[in-house]
């Protein structure tokens, strides 16, 4: 199994995670292990690497590409469940913890996987491939909470539209396949938003997201991360849309706020302290040249944060 995927922003990452040779990390999305195969290189053989991935084509490829490291743990799972996984393995507290969020490019190219618009596949979308799938959503959920899906997990301003057309088609025959739809939702919207880009990018990642539970995931991910961080440790996580962006830097903004109190208070009562600093002064963007190298980066963002 090729699980291609080249990794996002992979220097300043590797930076912001400050590795130390003898160290244990995770990271909690590992894909093809590109992330996870710099971190190896820096740990020495008292260190440790937890690569974790819910999806099986990805811990098949991890599992072969780092099968002569003695010092990596391959963990199939969901990063949302960090804290047992690691626990699970007599750990108690890492070093460090990178996330890189979102599909992947070996899951959008292959086609059967169903994440793809471009291709003509059953519309799956299943990081897991198990569970509910796009088809199931597509075809069972009633109008309001196919609507709340697209408009709020694809900041979609048709998404009523697009959902009225959606249960038109639907009421004839199943929508089936990633053209099907995607040609649903190419009649249902102005031809304005059909010269924008794509008209159906959008709704196939709200449902995405809806299908993986992603934004959920990832709030327990980062709370579970941060909770098994030492004193010191780091926390990297790379986004690629505005929905997971806004949720990481919430969540890093709260640990690093201290005093809660009223400003015109004299003095503070809440006795709250800051649990973590920034690593990083603001989000850090891929370059022209990577940009150049892998178009997919445009929107990617790392943001990273060190505990107290």
């Known amino acids: 199994?090729?699980?291609?995927?080249?990794?996002?922003?992979?220097?300043?990452?590797?930076?912001?995670?400050?590795?130390?040779?003898?160290?244990?990390?995770?990271?909690?999305?590992?894909?093809?292990?590109?992330?996870?195969?710099e971190i190896l290189k820096r740990l020495s053989p008292n260190g440790k690497l937890i690569s974790i991935d819910q999806d099986p084509d990805a811990i098949q490829t991890v599992t072969e590409r780092?099968?002569?490291?003695?010092?990596?743990?391959?963990?199939?799972?969901?990063?949302?469940?960090?804290?047992?996984?690691?626990?699970?393995?007599?750990?108690?507290?890492?070093?460090?913890?990178?996330?890189?969020?979102?599909?992947s490019s070996r899951q959008l190219d292959t086609p059967?996987?169903?994440f793809s618009f471009h291709y003509d596949a059953p519309l799956d979308m299943r990081m897991s491939q198990s569970g509910t799938s796009a088809y199931d959503l597509v075809n069972q959920l009633p109008y309001e909470q196919l609507v709340k899906?697209?408009?709020?997990?694809?900041?979609?301003?048709?998404?009523?539209?697009?959902?009225?057309?959606?249960?038109?088609?639907?009421?004839?025959?199943?929508?089936?396949t990633t053209l099907q739809l995607a040609e649903i939702i190419k009649a249902a919207v102005p031809a304005a938003k059909r010269r924008e880009g794509h008209p159906a990018r959008q709704t196939f990642q709200a449902l995405r997201i809806a299908v993986n539970g992603e934004l959920d995931r990832l709030e327990e991910g980062l709370q579970g991360g941060f909770e098994l961080?030492?004193?010191?440790?780091?926390?990297?996580?790379?986004?690629?849309?505005?929905?997971?962006?806004?949720?990481?830097?919430?969540?890093?903004?709260?640990?690093?706020?201290?005093?809660?109190?009223?400003?015109?208070?004299?003095?503070?009562v809440c006795g709250n302290k800051p649990k973590a600093e920034l690593a990083l002064r603001k989000p850090v963007e891929a370059s022209e040249k990577?940009?150049?190298?892998?178009?997919?980066a445009r929107s990617a963002r790392l943001r990273a944060v060190t505990k107290l």
Request: hydrophobic share 35%.
């Open 112 to 114: 059967e996987r169903g």
């Open 149 to 176: 899906i697209i408009s709020r997990y694809g900041e979609e301003k048709f998404a009523k539209q697009i959902t009225r057309a959606i249960i038109r088609e639907r009421e004839k025959q199943p929508i089936a």
């Open 229 to 268: 961080l030492k004193p010191g440790g780091r926390m990297a996580v790379i986004t690629f849309h505005s929905l997971e962006d806004r949720i990481v830097k919430k969540a890093m903004a709260k640990w690093c706020t201290g005093c809660t109190c009223p400003k015109d208070f004299p003095v503070c």
């Open 1 to 37: 199994m090729n699980f291609s995927h080249k990794p996002v922003l992979l220097e300043e990452t590797i930076d912001a995670l400050n590795i130390k040779p003898d160290g244990i990390y995770v990271d909690g999305t590992a894909g093809g292990g590109g992330h996870s195969s």
């Open 290 to 296: 990577e940009l150049s190298e892998n178009p997919r």
């Open 66 to 103: 780092f099968k002569d490291y003695q010092n990596s743990i391959i963990c199939k799972g969901n990063f949302s469940d960090v804290v047992s996984i690691v626990k699970s393995l007599g750990i108690e507290k890492i070093d460090g913890i990178m996330l890189d969020i979102g599909v």
